[in-house]
């Protein structure tokens, strides 16, 4: 089962489950180790859950995987998944997005 942790304001990282604890939520470690093992409370953990969806028009809010080296200065680590909105949606190539800081 794939998880994924809300660790900074929204963005979703890949994580493992080390254990859980009933009453203070899940203890996670992070791919490559980049941040400390930590205990999230549940409503900080989803599942990951793939669905396919392409957005339908400019403005509609997606979710986007940020990778490392492409991540703006106030996003820490490694890639995860953000709410960014659709900037422009071209014919040959997938779609520009630019991100929503919330």
Do not use: H
Not at 53 to 58: L, M
């Amino acid at each position: 089962m794939k998880i994924e942790a809300n660790a900074d304001e929204g963005v979703f990282y890949p994580v493992r489950v080390v254990d859980v604890d009933m009453d203070n939520g899940l203890t996670v470690e992070y791919e490559d180790n980049w941040r400390p093992v930590e205990v999230l409370p549940f409503e900080k953990c989803r599942l990951l859950v793939s669905e396919k969806k392409e957005p339908s028009k400019v403005g509609a809010s997606v979710e986007a995987l940020i990778k490392g080296s492409k991540t703006p200065k106030d996003v820490k680590g490694g890639e995860g998944w953000r709410l960014v909105t659709v900037a422009e949606i071209k014919v040959y190539t997938f779609f520009k997005i630019f991100i929503q800081l919330l």
